[in-house]
């Protein structure tokens, strides 16, 4: 078998992504059944999860294989990373090791990582998943890093897909939001890419000074440029959402304040009206409204908008456990 | 399949409960096999379970189906339950989120939620478990909360059976027992229950300042009366013992002093005697001791009784396993 | 089934111990499947694991059965292991009830519990391991103790087997290494102990006040005798490496210093250069390296050495998989 990993969606063919998308699909409706027997995901989790870890022990489970979760020091304990330290600091375990072991019990394996403060130079690098990548013998799929959630992503495509129908030419307005935290950009560049792989016009809206990184945003326009779609970027929320189909209402932090939380904080302090409200929900054309969970009410999306049927969340939620099965079949199916 | 939640026994039918109990009796005995192939259980523990976690993982195996055991934030972290609130502090995911996602992974949902401090009169309401349970689509079992833990009810009665033959009419003594902290009503109301659904005549022995919940006395009358049963209170423990078939030693803590530890370890400092003693044991007619474990040694109940024959402590415990075997074949069973 | 622990690989026989190193290279080269179906394994890890714990997971999955695995407290709350005492205290469980119980529900305990200060003539009985073991009615398998790591030795001894053909008459050099923490004996006397198993001349390097425990040493040559094997000692790690065939560089704490982390970071201080490097693996024949890992680089071992070929400590750690399978075949298997 030959490894192959997930890391960024994007590094996959078109064609490739289809086909999982296609597999997702039939998943869900029953007709798949098995494929995993005797297989072993590995699933690392270096901060916390509880729809990823729920949704991946499922898929595991329901074609007949088994989910390890592991959780190294609940998060207070950090792997090395580094090449060449002289470890007689806190860390403890080395991820030139680390990689390989687990590659020996597991077929596949997870790993979430976050990024932990330092620069955005460094961490839009990447280099836990993609380092921890290199040394594992087996594939590795991304659950979540500094920048991409792949299986977030292909959830959110299929969901747009069962939702619109045929959602080419469609307008999806990725909306920042006011949070009380400094969250990360793996998911709004996660769901901008959902969209343009699907050839819709994505819009970009938020305030000044929450720009996606560049090579994101490069990345989000190559796809629209295979795809057919477009993408804009403004500060009009209200403008952007005239009309448009559907909206993924998210949180994330300034780029150029990457680990400086309080700055971010007094950055954002005046957009706490960057919320997705009822009057917005009806000036869109019967919009349909994503986000990855968990979601704060009332303050990045209101109760009547999230309770409406127009909110795909909870569809969107189950879209993962999907899409990770065809995700596990691809990547260990006998087929 | 219809919905069907568990989270007090009493909401369940008088037959439906014997039906459970006999299916719980062939379980164990070995006659049922297999039942729960391809289902999963999710079992979310807010508060932490050593026994509870162990059986439930057990009987979903032991029957073909999985176990996904969830901790979110190991008790850190707190869903958010209040309706309409502005997320903007510590919480971070509303359960009318979190209940649907799960139901859409799993077949059943098992919940953990023990008091948060507050006020009896908004903890007796046992909000979490019952908002739960009306947001999410599977049934819902009460793995232990504020009010009930149904499926240590069903372990009691199945093991008060086991050992007396017929309980019916014999005398079965909960006994409050002092304990370093101030503890929750759950399991002393599920135990009295327990034993009138049996047709026992309960005596709640306790000091003043100790009675349970009017509504959950209630409810044990109720079940005494339709059973033959009888309910009896009292603060003379050595009275209640003679000649009684079975005790149930357990601290709990006064209500009207519910989120006050510091006043209800002063009330209950003269109590340090109400522990089941190797003295007290002979003065029952060869009397069965329960308890829901784990259990404080020389505290509540001395080593010399535990360490007895008549203790069934163990079995008890092990009858947690087939009354939880019995049940999800109820929920999810073909049958 | 008669019940049969293991704690110390050097209780069970040495044709017992031959069987099952047999029964584990079969299992790794596939010509074993299923034996445990239906069967469970309740792993218990006082302290934390990533190794044992996936693997451990993986073994009775890759045969049919299932693992639950159980963190009480996360390591903040320790189990009562002394019998007879007053437990109104920190501690919440007794092992006379913790053991019996887990023994219902589970086919095997394994059982990890690291040496909690105190002083080593009281942690040297690894009583928490043994009265456990003496409580419960399943097999119980130490998963290291203070004591012993007896999973790990029979890696360790498979390990060296495949890479050295047949070792006996070669030379084993454990050297004791600098480490920032103050480490426990367990592994280092399993590793000594499966090196003898082998037929091994086991040359034990240390500083001055690094003796391993009388016994444990006795151990040693109690199986070099039985093997035809022998055991030294010394202070001159370069002289015992000249030649050697197999190097496992590990740290551990002075015996006399033992729950005293500052005065052993003082009596060790001098010897940071008890470090395995590519200097001295160059003086070994093609020397094989082992460690059981997580290992802190150029700390123990130089970058150099791990990178290079002749490190089997990846190896090392999938041999944990192999040999637990077969340990949990022996124990639960119907063969």
Redesign the interface.
């Known amino acids: 078998m030959t490894k192959r990993d997930l890391i960024a969606l994007e590094e996959w063919g078109l064609g490739e992504v289809e086909d999982l998308l296609g597999l997702a699909a039939r998943v869900k409706r029953g007709e798949v059944r098995g494929g995993l027997e005797?297989k072993?995901l590995?699933a690392v989790f270096l901060d916390?999860s509880?729809?990823t870890?729920?949704?991946m022990?499922?898929a595991m489970?329901?074609h007949g294989g088994?989910a390890?979760v592991?959780e190294?020091?609940?998060g207070s304990w950090a792997w090395?990373t580094e090449?060449?330290?002289?470890?007689?600091?806190a860390t403890?375990?080395?991820i030139?090791?680390?990689a390989?072991?687990?590659g020996?019990?597991?077929d596949v394996i997870g790993l979430r990582s976050f990024p932990r403060g330092g620069d955005w130079a460094t961490a839009r690098r990447d280099a836990i998943i993609r380092d921890f990548a290199a040394y594992c013998g087996k594939p590795v799929v991304n659950l979540e890093s500094a920048r991409r959630h792949p299986c977030q992503e292909l959830a959110d495509a299929l969901t747009l897909r069962e939702r619109l129908g045929d959602p080419r030419g469609r307008r999806f307005v990725l909306s920042w939001a006011w949070h009380?935290k400094q969250l990360p950009t793996a998911v709004p560049a996660s769901a901008a890419l959902a969209a343009a792989r699907n050839g819709m016009d994505v819009v970009i809206a938020r305030p000044p000074g929450y720009d996606l990184d560049p090579d994101d945003l490069a990345a989000v326009r190559g796809l629209a440029a295979a795809t057919g779609g477009s993408v804009a970027v403004t500060d009009d929320l209200d403008d952007a959402l005239q009309g448009a189909a559907a909206v993924y209402p998210k949180s994330w932090g300034a780029l150029d304040l990457f680990g400086n939380p309080e700055a971010d904080l007094a950055r954002r302090a005046p957009h706490r009206d960057w919320r997705m409200t009822a009057a917005r929900l009806g000036a869109m054309d019967r919009g349909v409204v994503l986000h990855c969970?968990?979601?704060?009410?009332?303050?990045e999306i209101d109760?009547a908008v999230?309770?409406s049927p127009q909110s795909a969340?909870?569809d969107e939620?189950?879209n993962r456990?999907h899409v990770q099965r065809a995700l596990l079949l691809t990547l260990l199916g006998a087929a």
Chains 1, 2, 3 share one sequence.
């Open positions: 005797g072993l590995a916390p509880l729809r870890r729920a949704s022990e499922a489970f329901l088994h390890i592991l190294p020091g609940k090395e090449k060449g330290v002289v470890m007689d600091g403890v375990e080395h030139a090791e680390a390989p072991v687990l020996r019990y597991a009380p969970l968990p979601v704060r009410r009332n303050v109760d999230l309770d969340v909870v939620a189950e456990l």
